[in-house]
């Protein structure tokens, strides 16, 4: 789970933050997946209907970095609390993304 709150706390840069999200899921993939029975994730991420810009650009950039290195390993990404400047952004770019990449994305208002 990526929680926004905990990650603007850290005052982390996008570079660390995406070093930080690789060591995670190259530590996922080598000691808790099962080859051959589980070879897929779920990703949530908790955006706690903050609107930074600053954040989001940093979520975004690691989230392209991941989908780029590690698309068939996600089985499904949830976005909760988004703040309505993230959900209105997403349903813009939407239709630029593929019917793998948008089947797999869920957005949930939390309301």
Do not use: C, W
Not at 55 to 68: C, P, Q, R, Y
Request: charged share 20%.
């Amino acid at each position: 789970m990526t929680d926004s709150a905990r990650i603007a706390k850290l005052n982390l840069s996008s570079e660390d933050f995406k070093e930080v999200m690789i060591f995670y899921i190259e530590f996922l993939i080598n000691n808790l997946l099962i080859p051959g029975q589980v070879e897929n994730f779920i990703q949530i991420i908790n955006l706690g209907n903050k609107g930074s810009l600053k954040l989001s650009g940093i979520i975004k950039d690691a989230m392209i970095n991941l989908s780029n290195h590690y698309e068939a390993r996600t089985f499904k990404a949830f976005v909760v609390n988004p703040p309505p400047g993230i959900t209105m952004l997403y349903n813009i770019f939407k239709p630029f993304l593929n019917e793998d990449q948008k089947s797999k994305t869920t957005f949930d208002e939390g309301n």
